[in-house]
């Protein structure tokens, strides 16, 4: 059987969604099996609406229960104050009965992020997702610098040892840029490779 790994992510404008199947594609390059879903929206639909938040979005809510069934588990969330967004902090607090009974432990994980600026809290929301993920008895992957695009500096851009990233811009309008879509997938892919190992 290949390795089943979870894309869990929570996006308000669409960048963590197009940073989601990224990772996808990388997993499965593979062979592993990627499942995209994501977390409930918890913001009232006409306040959303009014602050163009993207509802449209294609992959399927998840419960916290079926966080057990994966080999792996990557999960991403658009940076509040350098915090976690709400909708993801409420997901993960409902998965209190995994914890207890240890379900996750030993499973692979991975985190991304997205902020509006270059300096607006990347690593600190990547560090508090790792914080859940090691509570659970995962194992994380880094992201390492054998990708090459940790390193450039002639362009803004996300990336960190951590995890993936993306800048949206201060108003969202900034699209994810390819050297971040690399990124994503060749980390969707890192994680990938590692769960596969512990898994077989």
């Keep these: 059987m290949s390795a089943r790994i979870l894309v869990l992510y929570y996006s308000t404008y669409g960048h963590i969604e197009t940073m989601a199947y990224a990772i996808a594609k990388g997993i499965e390059a593979t062979g592993a099996?990627?499942?995209?879903?994501?977390?409930?929206?918890t913001v009232p639909e006409e306040a959303a609406k009014a602050n163009h938040f993207k509802l449209d979005q294609a992959a399927p809510i998840a419960s916290p229960q079926e966080l057990a069934?994966?080999?792996?588990?990557?999960?991403?969330?658009?940076?509040?104050?350098?915090?976690?967004?709400?909708?993801m902090a409420?997901?993960?607090?409902?998965t209190g009965g995994l914890w207890a009974k240890g379900?996750?432990?030993?499973?692979?994980?991975?985190?991304?992020?997205?902020?509006?600026?270059q300096h607006a809290g990347q690593e600190l929301t990547l560090m508090s997702l790792i914080t859940n993920l090691m509570h659970y008895g995962m194992t994380v992957a880094s992201f390492p610098f054998s990708f090459p695009g940790l390193a450039e500096i002639n362009e803004i851009t996300g990336g960190t040892p951590y995890g993936?990233?993306?800048?949206?811009?201060?108003?969202?309008?900034?699209?994810?840029s390819k050297n971040e879509l690399d990124g994503a997938e060749?980390?969707?892919?890192?994680?990938?490779?590692?769960?596969?190992?512990?898994?077989?």
């Design 186 to 200: 060749f980390y969707g892919k890192h994680v990938a490779e590692i769960t596969k190992k512990l898994a077989s």
């Design 69 to 87: 069934e994966y080999d792996g588990i990557i999960v991403g969330t658009g940076t509040r104050f350098g915090r976690i967004s709400s909708q």
């Design 103 to 117: 379900a996750l432990i030993g499973k692979v994980g991975g985190v991304f992020t997205s902020t509006g600026t």
């Design 33 to 41: 099996t990627a499942v995209v879903k994501r977390v409930p929206e």
């Design 90 to 94: 409420s997901f993960l607090d409902q």
């Design 164 to 176: 993936a990233s993306t800048i949206a811009g201060p108003d969202g309008s900034r699209a994810v």
